[in-house]
C-alpha cells in the first residue's frame, strides 16, 4: 500500500515538474516577459514580474486542486477576466510576433505604420472575449 502511495506522489512531482518546465520554457522562447519589460521601460521592476508569473501559477495550481468555488462580485470578476484576457492577449502576440505574422500580414495589407494598432486591436479584443466569458458564461 505505501508502495502505491509512494509511486502515486513520485509521478504527481514528476509529471508537475515536466509540465511546469515546458510552461517556462515557453514562455522563454516567446521572451513574453523580457519584451513587455522592454516596452514599458520597466527595467527596475524585474523582481515583480518574477513574483507575478510564480504567483499567479501557485494561485492556479491552488484553484485546481482545491474545489473552492469563488463568489465574487461582478466587478472582481471582471478584473479577474481582464488579467485572463491580457494573459492571452499577451501570448498569441508573444507567439504571433516570433512566427512573424503581424509584420507579413501589416506589409501585404499595406497597413506598417499601423502595426502597433492592429496589435492593440487583436490585444483588446482578447481582453473583451474573456470579460464576456467570465462574466456571462462563468457567473
Request: hydrophobic share 60%; aromatic share 10%; glycine share 12%.
Amino acid at each position: 500500500m505505501i508502495i502505491i502511495i509512494l509511486s502515486e506522489i513520485f509521478i504527481g512531482l514528476a509529471s508537475g515538474l515536466v509540465v511546469g518546465t515546458g510552461f517556462v520554457a515557453f514562455l522563454t522562447v516567446l521572451g513574453i516577459i523580457p519584451r513587455l519589460i522592454q516596452l514599458s521601460k520597466t527595467e527596475k521592476h524585474v523582481r515583480l514580474y518574477e513574483a507575478g508569473v510564480i504567483g499567479g501559477a501557485l494561485f492556479g495550481i491552488y484553484l485546481s486542486f482545491v474545489g473552492v468555488s469563488l463568489h465574487l462580485s461582478t466587478l472582481a470578476t471582471v478584473l479577474w477576466g481582464a488579467f485572463h484576457g491580457v494573459f492571452i492577449g499577451m501570448l498569441a502576440a508573444a507567439l504571433a510576433e516570433v512566427l512573424n505574422v503581424f509584420p507579413l500580414l501589416a506589409k501585404r495589407v499595406g497597413l506598417e505604420q499601423h502595426l502597433l494598432s492592429l496589435l492593440m486591436a487583436i490585444v483588446l479584443g482578447k481582453i473583451a472575449g474573456s470579460l464576456f466569458q467570465w462574466i456571462i458564461f462563468v457567473r
